[in-house]
């Protein structure tokens, strides 16, 4: 037997035919020879060939593969089957493509994004640490690093680790010779050693070198790939060139690939530009142990490991920590590996998304299970005359599992194409997602794919193929009778499989409900000021060109009177972070008239630089003292204004206006002036005691501008750009947006979690009612005798439909508590993504309930009261 | 008579294809005469089943120790004539030396209880 034969089979019986009448010739042809009659040699030849369907049965078999055979046999059953109730297969088809496709988007995302290592070279080796507050243990364990103990850490770590240093959080102005518009561009500082730590070489020209990362060394800057083909066309000879950064000439020395992307807790998947931290960052920070600016990361050698590391650092830790005793310098070190550190925030969300939607597919695969049972159930008769004629059961079971074989493959199909739409959507709307590049369909997630449609193809096909037992056959040829009481077993297992899907239905709707109630406690959170018809814009001076402070100030100055001065502009003003918009630096401070305290009870508080107009234009009230005058600006800009929770903390019980605060690192004075409102820095944080001094002076050349409007205030962007660019056209202006916006992008994972789970448990609810609705029919259908009898006897229609809601609801009601029930049991998992709800809400559990018993009774009531209208003349006729 | 020829054609089985390769050594030939030369020259002792003939053709055939074709037949009729191929020979050749050295050994065998066996070599 060959694939050839078999794929010819047909053809080569065709011959075989041709080869056997040429035998019948000839033996009759010889027969005649020998003098026999024509009728005599037809009948001796064919005597003496035998039966030639017996030749053409064993060669037949002789080349074919049986299973194959057997399979092909299957599946023109299954789809002649299935395209006779073409309204079945395409709703199991459709619900099985929703199922799967959830499944293998998520699948997708979670694999590449979680799991996928991190495209460098020995990349398990690649770790992240950190500082770590031993004294605070409340706060996120994983801080920043200060630059001096990095450099105490790579001297003691030399042998066992390669350490780097980045800080990806800085920017530059960028603007060349070629006449462009300048740009402002997310930025990293890095040690020289960054690139060559995590084992990747520039695309185009080479890394930087221990030279460069020296103050006294020339200027160098690296570029992103992305940067490199969007401003400078991908010219092959950028290496080399002077391109401008604040004003000051860079050269340019490599370009990194383009599949480079640097992602940390603490982002830096944006970062455009690279240079060299011992030529940008100022001594005194290099040097700083309480300053923390830097993520480092680290390569292990072979046969040490990241707890044997973090211990070591820890002890140099503590050694800085009691030589150096300032208020921030923290006491331990704390590692994870790189991948962790970069996806850390989206494990439990997307782990939480694919659970949900593993509990959707399995609802999907119950309901095709239902539907398939039913349809076994209608074929009952069909099926008992094949058993009875020797059909073996293996043989039907076989056909049920090629039928949901069919159908999950088309499904499967369909959910491909489904995740890649889906997929698409979510790069498209989720650039801010850290590694969100490398989400791809690829082999493991086809693989995937196929095993999914097996999986569902057996759950499906051996649930529907379980019941079809051999034993009540006889009863099922009887089904005539009235006696028969119609597969009340395969009843019940539908009813068992209702009660599951009901349950998971609760488990999402439960899901869904938390976050959605935390997702709208999040927007609804007030950050402390009105956020409507705000409209916010950042720009940065250029130390280069605005060297002297009274420069920036005369600018500053300058400007804020230009854009108050705007039609439709109500009131506005400069401030170095507005509310809302980010954490904007923090110190700590000591009351000069109180007597010193310990380090543990300095008052950790964000300090702005603010101008007076900025409370106006925010509406943060004024409540006590007074905000600045014109005149404290520069060197007279000693004054602060703090929020009422700074009050509360620094001065508890007292008058805060006119005593001191002193910055525990340095030694001016400011004296408090006035008291004004609590803002929030984030939407999702709980408020910081906030301290404000004048924007002119205290050395800032970068604000927020805040412009407030009566409508319609993102028309005032224009405009303001204008001014700004009349006052010194190479200024670039950045995150333009209204403050609305901003509140908005700082929710936006809440916002995509919650929705993508209303979805799933939406989808789910509508399978489970549908599923809960089929049931039922299908129950009275089986039941159309039995209750036509009984409304015949005289049964009250009334009594008949609580007879047959209570039928339908028994399940419901299991699910309901078996899905409270396991609700209350994993809804702790999520806990991390709730924001102000407690998860078990008793308001969630209530109105998921309610909803529930209230879409289940909608799905029973239909068939019932078709039940109860039903004509008892024409019910029993129906055979 | 059934068992009778159940039994035949199991002997048979695997010398059928010795017989089939042996035939076509002297020529091409189709169904009909393969089967008729191999009665007449066993002076009729041996019967060819057409039932298993036919798949025993296409069994060499898939083995590429044979090739077929479609031609004329002596009388004209179109008919599928079989050839040996270059590995065929080989094989029949071997074949040949297998079964004469087999027959020997069952003769020696079979030969010290009735020396008038052995016959069929």
């Known amino acids: ?879 | 008579m059934a068992h009778k020829s159940q039994s035949d054609r199991e002997m048979l089985k695997g010398t059928l294809d010795m017989m089939i390769l042996r035939t076509l050594m002297t020529g091409d030939a189709h169904g009909h005469t393969i089967a008729k030369v191999i009665e007449r020259t066993s002076e009729d002792i041996l019967e060819v089943e057409q039932g298993s003939l036919y798949p025993a053709l296409h069994r060499l055939e898939d083995r590429g120790w044979v090739s077929s074709y479609w031609g004329a037949s002596e009388n004209n009729r179109k008919a599928k004539f079989y050839r040996l191929t270059a590995a065929g020979k080989k094989q029949s050749a071997r074949e040949a030396n297998r079964w004469r050295q087999m027959t020997r050994a069952i003769g020696l065998v079979m030969g010290s209880e009735s020396p008038s066996g052995g016959g069929l070599g």
């Open chain 1, 1 to 879: 037997m060959t694939w050839r034969r078999f794929f010819r089979r047909n053809r080569s019986d065709n011959e075989l035919q041709q080869e056997i009448d040429a035998y019948l010739q000839e033996e009759a042809a010889e027969n005649l020879a020998r003098g026999m009659s024509p009728e005599e040699a037809r009948r001796r030849a064919h005597i003496k060939l035998g039966n030639p369907l017996v030749i053409r049965e064993t060669l037949g078999k002789q080349n074919t593969i049986a299973v194959l055979d057997h399979f092909v046999r299957d599946l023109k059953y299954a789809v002649r089957t299935l395209s006779r109730s073409r309204g079945f297969a395409g709703i199991a088809v459709l619900v099985l493509t929703l199922g799967i496709g959830v499944n293998v988007a998520l699948f997708t995302v979670v694999h590449r994004v979680l799991l996928a290592p991190l495209p460098y070279r020995d990349s398990g080796q690649l770790f992240t640490v950190y500082e770590r507050d031993s004294h605070n243990p409340g706060r996120d364990p994983f801080l920043p690093v200060a630059a001096g103990s990095f450099a105490e850490w790579q001297r003691s770590a030399a042998g066992s680790a390669q350490m780097a240093m980045v800080s990806p959080w800085q920017d530059y102005n960028v603007s060349d010779a070629g006449g462009k518009l300048p740009e402002k561009m997310n930025a990293a500082w890095c040690s020289w050693n960054f690139f060559s730590v995590l084992g990747v070489n520039a695309a185009l020209g080479r890394g930087f070198t221990p030279d460069e990362d020296r103050p006294s060394a020339q200027a160098t800057v690296m570029l992103a790939h992305s940067l490199w083909v969007r401003r400078y066309n991908s010219d092959p000879g950028i290496v080399g060139k002077t391109i401008w950064l604040d004003a000051q000439p860079y050269t340019v020395i490599g370009v990194l690939p383009a599949w480079f992307v640097y992602s940390s807790a603490f982002g830096g998947n944006t970062v455009q530009v690279w240079t060299s931290v011992g030529h940008e960052a100022p001594p005194s920070l290099l040097s700083a142990f309480d300053d923390h600016e830097f993520l480092v990361v680290v390569r292990l050698i072979e046969h040490t490991n990241l707890s044997r590391l973090v211990d070591q650092l820890a002890a140099v830790q503590k050694q800085i920590e009691a030589t150096h005793p300032l208020p921030t310098v923290h006491d331990g070190a704390i590692g994870r590996s790189m991948l962790d550190d970069a996806v850390e925030n989206y494990k439990t969300p997307l782990y939480a998304l694919l659970a949900a939607s593993a509990c959707v597919l399995l609802i999907a695969c119950m309901n095709v299970a239902n539907l398939l049972v039913a349809r076994t159930s209608a074929r009952s008769k069909d099926l008992a005359v094949r058993s009875a004629l020797g059909g073996s059961r293996l043989r039907l079971i076989r056909e049920r599992l090629t039928e949901s074989l069919l159908l999950s493959a088309a499904g499967g199909a369909g959910g491909l194409l489904l995740a890649y739409g889906a997929i698409q959507w979510l790069v498209h709307t989720r650039p801010d997602m850290r590694r969100v590049e490398a989400i791809q369909i690829d082999g493991t997630v086809a693989a995937f794919t196929a095993g999914v449609i097996i999986l569902c193809a057996m759950f499906a096909g051996l649930i529907s193929g379980t019941g079809l037992g051999c034993r009540d056959l006889l009863a099922s040829l009887q089904d005539g009778s009235r006696l028969h009481s119609g597969g009340r077993s395969r009843a019940g297992l539908r009813r068992v499989l209702l009660a599951i899907e009901i349950g998971l239905t609760v488990v999402l709707l439960i899901g869904a409900g938390l976050l959605l109630k935390s997702y709208q406690r999040l927007r609804n959170t007030d950050i402390g000021v009105p956020a409507d018809n705000v409209l916010t814009m950042h720009i940065s001076l250029p130390t280069v060109r605005y060297k002297e402070p009274f420069q920036q100030v005369a600018f500053f100055e300058q400007l804020i009177e230009r854009v108050r001065a705007l039609p439709r502009v109500e009131s506005a003003g400069l401030v170095s972070t507005a509310a809302g918009e980010g954490w904007g630096g923090d110190r700590t401070f000591a009351v000069v008239e109180h007597p010193p305290v310990s380090k543990d009870d300095a008052v950790d508080i964000h300090v702005r630089g603010a101008e007076p107009g900025y409370f106006a234009a925010m509406q943060i009230p004024l409540l006590r003292g007074r905000l600045f005058r014109s005149h404290e600006r520069l060197s007279r800009a000693n004054v602060v204004v703090i929020s009422q929770l700074a009050a509360q903390k620094l001065f508890p019980g007292e008058d805060p206006i006119g005593k001191h605060l002193r910055p525990t690192n340095a030694d001016q004075v400011y004296e408090v002036v006035g008291v004004v409102g609590d803002t929030r820095w984030h939407i999702a944080a709980t408020i910081k005691p906030t301290l404000y001094w004048p924007i002119y002076g205290n050395d800032y050349s970068v604000a927020t501008i805040v412009a407030r409007s009566t409508n319609n205030v993102e028309s005032l962007a224009l405009p303001v750009q204008r001014v700004i660019s009349e006052l010194d056209p190479t200024l670039p202006v950045s995150n333009v947006m209204t403050l609305q916006q901003a509140i908005g992008l700082s929710t936006i994972d809440s916002e995509f979690d919650s929705t993508l789970l209303v979805l799933f448990a939406v989808v789910a609810l509508v399978l489970a009612a549908s599923g809960l609705y089929g049931v039922l029919q299908y129950l009275l259908t089986q039941r159309t005798n039995e209750i036509g009898i009984r409304i015949a006897l005289g049964a009250q229609r009334a009594q008949l439909l609580r007879l047959v809601l209570i039928d339908g609801l028994r399940p419901a009601f299991f699910g309901l508590i078996v899905g409270l029930t396991a609700s209350a049991a994993t809804v702790r998992l999520i806990r991390s993504m709730l924001y102000e709800t407690q998860p078990l809400d008793p308001a969630v559990f209530v109105v998921v309930s309610l909803a529930l018993l209230f879409v289940a009774c909608a799905a029973c009531l239909v068939p019932a009261w078709a039940a109860s209208r039903l004509d008892p003349v024409r019910a029993l006729r129906a055979e």
